[in-house]
């Protein structure tokens, strides 16, 4: 294993566990992997699994994608609320969503 392999997903765990705590979040278990598609996605039954090359993702969008996910502990759809709640969150969340898929991101949050 190459040192500091671990570090960005290591960094990551950190950051979620700051939203966990800022959203009063619950989920039942936070998976970091590989993910092909996707930076991250949350099931009905509380996993929340997020992409771990976001690691390696400035803080920004690495945002974006935690609280997006966290969110859907609470809001399953992308309705008004939930719009509103990521605004007041993060409030440049469109900006970052943007800007990533514009730099060649084809991942996106669900």
């Not at 936070?30 to 992409?51: E, F, N, Y």
């Amino acid at each position: 294993m190459k040192p500091g392999r671990n570090y960005p997903k290591a960094a990551l765990r950190e950051r979620v566990q700051f939203w966990i705590e800022r959203l009063h979040a619950r989920p039942k278990v936070v998976r970091i992997q590989a993910m092909k598609r996707k930076w991250g996605s949350c099931s009905t039954r509380r996993v929340v699994t997020l992409s771990a090359e976001l690691g390696a993702e400035p803080t920004s969008v690495q945002d974006v994608v935690i609280v997006h996910e966290l969110l859907h502990l609470k809001i399953r759809n992308h309705g008004r609320v939930f719009k509103a709640l990521m605004s007041a969150h993060v409030p440049d969340w469109r900006r970052v969503d943007q800007l990533s898929c514009r730099l060649g991101n084809d991942q996106q949050a669900s």
